[in-house]
């Protein structure tokens, strides 16, 4: 997530693509369209939290929901920015590539699923035995 909005306003001021005509836009930002921020960024906090989850769940049926819900909330928010006119489909998908790259990227610097389990907890001593 640190890294996603530097990536994304370097590629804006190296493509300047213009915004979609502000007629038809809610809001009117001033800032170059391609990639979206706002899909950049939702893409790579997705992407983190999917590798998070799959690493640290053991339910198959929670890892799945995990992603899901990771994946839907990344879609809302690119899919708004199209509705909103704020950006053009194609910056929503350079978006959500950029910050599904950047995520990965960053996982793999982790590698949360590379580290071992916690130790089991020690056993108990019987009530009355001295330890």
């Known amino acids: ?13 190296l493509v300047d693509r213009p915004r979609p005509p502000a007629a038809e836009a809610l ?7 391609f990639p979206s921020g706002h899909a ?7 992407t983190g939290l999917a590798v998070l989850a799959v690493a640290a ?6 890892r799945v ?12 928010v690119g899919l708004s920015r199209v509705y909103l006119g704020a950006h053009w489909l194609t ?9 599904a790259a950047l995520g990965l990227v960053v996982a ?5 699923w590379d580290r071992p389990p916690p130790p089991p907890p020690a056993p108990r001593a019987a009530a ?4």
């Open 128 to 131: 009355g035995t001295a330890p």
């Open 40 to 46: 950049t960024a939702s893409a790579a906090l997705a």
């Open 1 to 13: 997530m640190a890294v996603a909005p530097a990536v994304s306003a370097s590629t804006k001021r």
């Open 65 to 76: 929901l995990a992603v899901a819900a990771s994946a839907a909330y990344s879609l809302v």
């Open 108 to 112: 793999a610097l982790v590698r949360p």
């Open 57 to 62: 769940l053991r339910s198959a049926v929670a």
């Open 27 to 33: 809001d009117h930002p001033l800032d170059p369209s």
């Open 91 to 99: 910056d929503v998908l350079a978006g959500w590539c950029t910050g």
